[in-house]
C-alpha cells in the first residue's frame, strides 16, 4: 500500500512538473525556432513566440467538424498532453530523482511513448477528413518504423549494464547512475556510440519532425494528422509538441549523458541543486540543437516508403552492430573488465 | 470576441489562388524568404484555413473557385482577417472583362485589406500585413 503522505507527494510532484513540461517544452520549441533562424541567416521570431502562438490558439474559435466523431475528436488532444507529461514523471530531471522512478522503467516509458502518437491517429481518422485519414495512417506506419530500432537502443543498454552485474539495469534511476561509457571497454565505447547516433535519429521521427513529418507534411497533406483541429484542442496538440520535445531529449540525456555538475564539482546543496537543472536545461538543448534543429534545417522530407527503410534497415543494421559490440566487449574479459 | 495582444505577434497566413496568374504567389513567396522574415513577428504560412488568422487571396475569382473560396472561407475559425493580394483581386485587373470571371474577391467574400500592385512587391505585402495588424489592434481597442 501506498503511505497517504507518499501519495500526496506524487501528487504535488505531478503539478510541478506538469507546470515545469509545459514551460519548458514551449522554451525548447522557441529556441528551437530561433536556432533555426539563425541557421538560415534570419533573426527568427523572440524565444517566447511559442507563449504568443498558445494564447492565440486559445482565443480563436474552436471547430469540430459535422463529420468527425466528436468524443474522440476532443478527448484525442488532452490524453496526447497528459500522456506525455505522464513519461516526464518517469525521467530524472537533473539530480532529482523521478516522483514515478520506483513504478516504473525504461521499458514502460517506451510503452508510454507511443500514446501521445496514438492519440494524434486517433484524432486525425475521427476528424473525417481523407488528408487527416492518410496522415494518421502514415503516423501509425512511421510509429511501427521508428520502434524497432528504438527497442534495440534500450535492450541493448540495458543487456551491457546488466552484463556488468548491475541491479536493475531497466530502472531509469540506475541508468543514469552508471552511464554506458563508464561500464563499456572501448568496443563497447564504439557500439555505444552506433547507439547513440540511432537514438538520434529516433528522436525526429518520434517528434514528427522534418526529415519525417510525412504524417503532417504541410505541402501534401495540408497539416496531414492535424488538418481539422483549430482553437483550443490544436493549442493541445502544441503543448504536447513542446512536452515530447523535453521527454525525447530527456531520454537521450538520461540514458546517454547522465552526468551531473554536482558529480564532477563539489557545490554547496542548494547551489548544487540549481546547477543540476540548468546542466541539465543545457544538455537538453544540446540533444535537441544535434537531433532536431540542425537536421531539419540541413535536410528535406523523405517519402513514406523512404522512412521504413531507413528504419527498418539502415537503423536496424547500425542498432544490431552496436548491439553485437556491446555484447562483445561483455564477452571479452579484456575489454569488459575495465570498469 | 476578445482579442489580446498576442493575437497580432502570432499571424498564421493560409494562402489561396482564386485564379491568380502565379506572379502575385512568386511574390508572396519572396516575402517569406529569410531576406524578408516574417517569422520575427509570428508571422507564418499554414497548410490548412483551420490554423489561419489570415486568409491572403491572389488573382480574380473565377466561376469555378468562388465554392471553394467560401467553403474555406467558411472553415476558418473565428477571429479571422482577409487579405487580397494583387490587382486582380481588387478589380478584376488585366481579366476584368473574361467570360468566366465571378468579379473581384471583395464580391464574393469581406475584405480585410487590399494589396494593390502586379503583382505587389514583398515590402507592399508586408505593409500590407502590418495594416491588418493595425486594423486588428483598432478591433481590440473598439471590441466587436
Ligand atoms: S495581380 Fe498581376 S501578378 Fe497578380 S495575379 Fe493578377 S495579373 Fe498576376
Known amino acids: ?339 | 470576441m476578445k482579442l489580446t495582444r498576442s493575437f497580432n505577434r502570432s499571424l498564421w497566413a493560409f494562402h489561396f489562388n482564386s485564379g491568380s496568374c502565379n506572379g502575385c504567389e512568386i511574390e508572396i513567396v519572396a516575402a517569406i524568404t529569410p531576406r524578408y522574415d516574417p517569422e520575427r513577428f509570428g508571422i507564418k504560412l499554414v497548410g490548412t484555413p483551420r490554423h489561419a488568422d489570415v486568409l491572403v487571396i491572389t488573382g480574380p475569382v473565377v466561376k469555378k473557385m468562388k465554392d471553394r473560396l467560401l467553403r474555406v472561407y467558411a472553415q476558418m475559425p473565428e477571429p479571422k482577417v482577409v487579405m487580397c493580394v494583387g490587382t486582380c483581386g481588387i478589380s478584376g485587373g488585366v481579366f476584368y472583362d473574361s467570360y468566366n470571371l465571378e468579379g473581384p474577391v471583395d464580391e464574393v467574400i469581406p475584405v480585410d485589406v487590399y494589396v494593390p500592385g502586379c503583382p505587389p512587391r514583398p515590402e507592399a505585402i508586408i505593409h500590407g500585413v502590418v495594416k491588418a495588424l493595425e486594423k486588428l489592434e483598432r478591433i481590440q481597442g473598439g471590441g466587436r
Not at chain 1, 170 to 178: P, Q
Not at chain 1, 238 to 244: A, C, D, E, F, P
Not at chain 1, 281 to 299: D, E, N, P, T, Y
Not at chain 1, 302 to 310: K, L, P
Open chain 1, 1 to 339: 500500500m501506498i503511505a497517504s503522505w507518499e501519495l500526496a507527494m506524487i501528487v504535488f510532484s505531478a503539478v510541478i512538473v506538469t507546470i515545469y513540461g509545459i514551460v519548458v517544452g514551449l522554451f525548447l520549441l522557441g529556441v528551437d525556432r530561433k536556432l533555426a533562424a539563425h541557421m538560415q541567416a534570419r533573426v527568427g521570431p523572440p524565444i517566447r513566440q511559442p507563449f504568443i502562438d498558445l494564447r492565440k490558439l486559445l482565443i480563436k474559435e474552436n471547430v469540430v467538424p459535422d463529420n468527425a466523431i466528436a468524443w474522440i475528436f476532443n478527448l484525442a488532444p488532452v490524453v496526447a498532453l497528459a500522456s506525455s507529461i505522464v513519461i516526464l514523471l518517469y525521467l530524472p530531471i537533473g539530480s532529482i530523482y523521478p516522483p514515478l522512478g520506483a513504478y516504473g522503467d525504461l521499458i514502460l516509458v517506451m510503452y508510454l511513448l507511443t500514446i501521445p502518437a496514438l492519440c494524434m491517429v486517433a484524432g486525425g481518422f475521427a476528424s473525417g477528413s481523407p488528408y487527416a485519414s492518410v496522415g494518421a495512417q502514415r503516423e501509425m506506419v512511421t510509429m511501427i518504423a521508428y520502434e524497432f530500432p528504438l527497442a534495440i537502443v534500450v535492450v541493448a543498454v540495458a543487456w551491457r549494464l546488466a552484463a556488468a552485474g548491475i541491479q536493475d539495469p531497466f530502472t531509469l534511476g540506475s541508468i543514469a547512475a552508471h552511464p554506458i561509457w563508464s561500464v563499456a571497454g572501448p568496443l563497447g565505447i564504439v557500439g555505444g556510440l552506433l547507439l547513440l547516433l540511432v537514438m538520434a535519429v529516433v528522436t525526429p521521427a518520434e517528434l514528427s519532425r522534418i526529415p519525417f513529418d510525412t504524417q503532417e507534411a504541410e505541402t501534401e497533406l495540408a497539416g496531414g494528422l492535424l488538418v481539422e483541429y483549430s482553437g483550443k484542442n490544436l493549442a493541445m496538440f502544441y503543448l504536447s509538441q513542446g512536452v515530447k520535445t523535453l521527454v525525447m531529449a530527456a531520454i537521450a540525456v538520461a540514458v546517454f549523458i547522465p552526468w551531473n555538475l554536482s558529480s564532477i564539482v563539489t557545490l554547496p546543496e542548494g547551489v548544487a541543486l540549481v546547477a543540476d537543472l540548468l546542466f541539465f536545461l543545457g544538455k537538453v538543448i544540446l540533444v535537441m540543437f544535434l537531433s532536431v534543429s540542425l537536421v531539419r534545417v540541413a535536410m528535406a522530407r523523405f517519402q513514406i516508403n523512404r522512412v521504413v527503410s531507413v528504419f527498418w534497415i539502415y537503423l536496424g543494421l547500425i542498432g544490431l552492430v552496436g548491439l553485437l559490440l556491446l555484447m562483445a566487449d561483455a564477452a571479452l574479459p579484456a575489454a569488459g573488465v575495465l570498469a
